[in-house]
């Protein structure tokens, strides 16, 4: 029973319970919020299961895809670049010789100092010998008395030859005269060399520049002495170089030893001139590798008429090498070492193959390979030590410009 609003008790709600008829509207209203609070919990229940599945099915999409590797691709680029094979060498002169005395004496003048350009036959000292002076003059008195002794013994020989007609001498006497003839012919013979011999000597006297070129070396001066010949005691009095021509000569690796030839061309640089290329030829070869350094000596010379590259500078020879018929090129950061051998990682199908290879030659950022790819593989770029074959991975950017770079 409830109080009504006089404060009594309403009994209207127990009468119609004990009669069986539907409970009063407000209990029916109770019931149907309760029921639909009940409702919106189980909706908010499942879908938060939903939300919390959803949200574990992404996740696990997620990790699954961050656990294939997205990787950068190249293809190899036909043909190899035109390669250079730079090699340290030295300059000489195209002639380059010491001058040395031929005779003893002291230095009477020289015409010439070092940086001077001479030609052939130009007159570059005088030397005082008066020793060889000396010999000479007695060697021709000498060739006199021979001489004298000589036409002696022909006038006797001569007479005593038609004195044996006669029979007014003996035999004997015609042949001594005859055999004194000869033996004063022989005499003046062996005067006459000496007398040339020192004649030669004298002439020794003033020395002559022997070929066209610039002295590079002036080692003696007025008055010195001078000492005949190049032993070791010996001092050069000058040093003549022709530069009209330099040569050029480089160590060639014995690899690189089929690659040069004669006749061909070769660029010639230098430190002094930056940006400055000389052309030279190869002209010749020692046709046997070196057994200490194994590498081939070979010659290039430079016309150098304007006198501007100097004997004895550190010059470098670039050699153009030939391209092979057949190759292919390939980053050098998509080699993989491993213990079977070299490798690069191929993406085949979604997924990283690792393939043998053999490179040749080795241009620093690029590597050329001459078996084991195609033109149309897709090369892993810088490729993770521990990648192995059938790793699942993914591409991603541009494949041909990578290589371009």
Avoid: C
Avoid at 128 to 151: C, G, I, M, S, W
């Amino acid at each position: 029973m409830t109080p009504n609003g006089n404060g009594e008790l309403d009994a209207t709600y127990d009468d119609r319970l004990s009669k069986g008829g539907p409970p009063p509207r407000r209990s029916r209203r109770g019931a149907i919020l309760g029921g639909l609070a009940v409702l919106v919990l189980v909706v908010a229940i499942g879908g938060g299961i939903r939300e919390r599945i959803a949200a574990e099915r992404r996740l696990a999409r997620t990790t699954e895809e961050s656990a294939v590797p997205t990787v950068n691709v190249a293809h190899p680029d036909v043909g190899a670049p035109s390669e250079d094979l730079v090699l340290p060498g030295g300059t000489q002169a195209n002639t380059d010789t010491p001058i040395y005395a031929r005779t003893n004496g002291y230095l009477k003048r020289w015409y010439f100092d070092i940086g001077a350009h001479v030609k052939q036959g130009d007159l570059l000292a005088e030397i005082d010998t008066p020793e060889v002076d000396e010999q000479l003059r007695q060697a021709r008195a000498d060739l006199e008395t021979a001489t004298a002794n000589f036409k002696l013994a022909d006038i006797t020989a001569k007479r005593n030859e038609d004195l044996l007609k006669t029979r007014s001498i003996a035999t004997q006497e015609r042949d001594n005269a005859v055999g004194a003839l000869a033996a004063a012919k022989a005499t003046v013979a062996s005067k006459q060399a000496d007398v040339a011999r020192l004649e030669r000597m004298q002439s020794y006297e003033k020395v002559y520049a022997p070929f066209d070129g610039i002295i590079t070396a002036r080692n003696t001066d007025i008055g010195a002495l001078i000492d005949a010949g190049a032993a070791s005691a010996a001092r050069e009095l000058f040093h003549l170089s022709a530069i009209d021509k330099i040569r050029v000569f480089i160590s060639v690796p014995e690899t690189y030893s089929r690659a040069v030839h004669v006749g061909d061309k070769a660029r010639v640089t230098l430190d002094e001139f930056p940006g400055e290329a000389f052309t030279g030829t190869l002209v010749r070869t020692a046709n046997a590798i070196d057994p200490a350094s194994r590498t081939l000596l070979t010659e290039i010379d430079v016309d150098n008429a304007d006198g501007k590259l100097l004997p004895g500078a550190y010059a470098f020879v670039h050699l153009s090498m030939a391209k092979p018929a057949q190759s292919m090129t390939i980053p050098s950061n998509t080699l993989l070492f491993r213990k079977e051998g070299l490798r690069v990682a191929l993406v085949r199908d979604g997924k990283a193959v690792l393939t043998p290879i053999t490179i040749g030659r080795d241009y620093g950022e690029k590597v050329e390979v001459v078996s084991g790819l195609k033109a149309t593989d897709e090369v892993i770029l810088d490729p993770s030590d521990s990648l192995v074959s059938d790793t699942p991975v993914r591409t991603e950017g541009p494949t041909v410009a990578q290589t371009k770079q």
